[in-house]
């Protein structure tokens, strides 16, 4: 027991930080065209001018946060160096959604020596307090609000936007909004009047090459692991699995957690079958967290289909799809859902990967489908009864 940690076993990292998501490397890769446009609209900060709002959008895995954090990283060593009085920050807007929680952020940042309390105030109270802060430092602030369709309400970009135009700040103190979303629908969701507001920019992020990922890799790799760890074709094979859109932070994840698994059995190389395993553990995380947080129908439906095919031995209708899952929600006291409905639920499940029901036409009869299980039907099975709700259609019958 002298060494719980195994750290006197064979040492295949070497910094692995290199592999995590919030890693910033030296050089960014295939995002050239992006950083120079970025840069190019909040460099009149450093002069004393007003930054241009920017919002960005792009797949996940392309780059987005990263050449954000890498921008501002760059814009801070710049205002220091100046000495001016600007000050960027960056806010996840899954973690701080509310409008007042976003103001105490910025105030924390700008002047955290001001007490306002949490709770309790209303939100002109909290603006207020903002404004008077800024007008106090003489501050400019660059605000990212990252995953920003996560916030609760809209129209803090509205206020933020207009705090110029409505005399709120000093005509020389400005607030410059970038916002980043992974929906690249969600500018066009959004409220027309924040969106003109904002007069923005719009900047897309394209997926990367397999080129590109593969040299985002290879930088890492040597970063992260010690020489001749890691067998050639690995960081290939990575790029392959992170799928069409090659989404880069799953690659990297994919390495990370292959590096694990080899390190966790003391083997002095990352090999393929680690790479295989990683990917497997990967999928099944990603399939327990997508089932968990399915709507109720989603589930008996899902349900429906599993304990039919098992039963069966066979594919299965949308016709005695339907049949039991209605049973399922009378027994439950649930509403059921229209046919319509159900037959979109098991469209998404075919979308998804979970099942295969492909069309068939019936002559006369019109069109079906015939659905079958694609995953592990006892190991999603399982995973649905963890919601307590379905636990008692457990020893249910299917007749």
């Given amino acids: 027991m002298n060494d719980i940690f195994g750290t006197d076993g064979i040492q295949i990292f070497r910094n692995r930080a290199a592999l995590s998501p919030r890693y910033l490397p030296d050089r960014l890769i295939g995002r050239e065209k992006q950083v120079t446009e970025l840069a190019s609209l909040m460099r009149p900060v450093l002069h004393h001018g007003e930054p241009a709002n920017v919002l960005i959008s792009g797949i996940k895995g392309t780059g987005k946060t990263t050449v954000v954090k890498f921008l501002l990283k760059q814009l801070s060593t710049n205002i220091e160096t100046k000495d001016l009085s600007a000050v960027p920050i960056f806010i996840n807007c899954r973690k701080i959604s509310t409008t007042s929680k976003i103001i105490l952020e910025i105030l924390n940042k700008v002047s955290p020596e001001t007490e306002v309390p949490r709770t309790g105030l209303s939100m002109g109270k ?64 959004a409220e027309n009047t ?18 590109d990922v593969e040299q985002i890799l290879n930088d890492r790799c040597k970063i992260a692991f010690v020489e001749d760890a890691v067998d050639k074709g690995i960081v290939s094979l990575c790029t392959k699995l ?5 989404d880069c932070g799953k690659a990297l994840t994919l390495l990370e957690r292959a590096g694990t698994i080899a390190d966790i059995s003391n083997e002095e190389r990352v090999t393929e079958k680690h790479v295989l395993l990683a990917n497997e553990e ?5 399939l327990l967290t997508s089932l968990e947080n399915l709507p109720i129908n989603s589930k008996l439906v899902l349900l429906s289909i599993i304990r039919l095919t098992e039963e069966l031995n066979d594919k299965v209708t949308t016709g005695q799809i339907e049949m039991l899952y209605r049973k399922y929600c009378e027994q439950m006291g649930t509403n059921p859902l229209g046919r319509t409905s159900v037959s979109g639920i098991v469209s998404e499940f075919d979308m998804m ?32 009864y963890m919601d307590y709700r379905l636990k008692e259609l457990c020893d249910a019958s299917i007749i």
């Fill in 126 to 189: 909290y603006y207020r307090a903002l404004w008077k802060a800024l007008n106090e430092k003489r501050t400019t602030i660059i605000v990212v609000l990252d995953e920003i369709e996560s916030l609760k309400d809209k129209n803090v970009l509205y206020e933020l936007s207009y705090a110029g135009e409505n005399m709120s700040i000093e005509e020389d103190i400005f607030i410059g909004i970038i916002g980043i979303s992974d929906d690249i629908f969600f500018y066009a969701k």
């Fill in 282 to 286: 990967m999928g099944e995380k990603d």
């Fill in 242 to 246: 992170s799928g069409v859109e090659h």
């Fill in 353 to 384: 990967g979970i099942i295969s029901a492909p069309v068939r036409s019936r002559g006369r009869h019109g069109k079906t489908r015939l659905v079958s299980i694609r995953k592990k039907p006892k190991k999603i099975e399982d995973i649905l």
């Fill in 194 to 211: 924040v969106l003109s507001a904002l007069q923005y920019r719009n900047i897309i992020f394209p997926p990367y090459s397999e080129e």
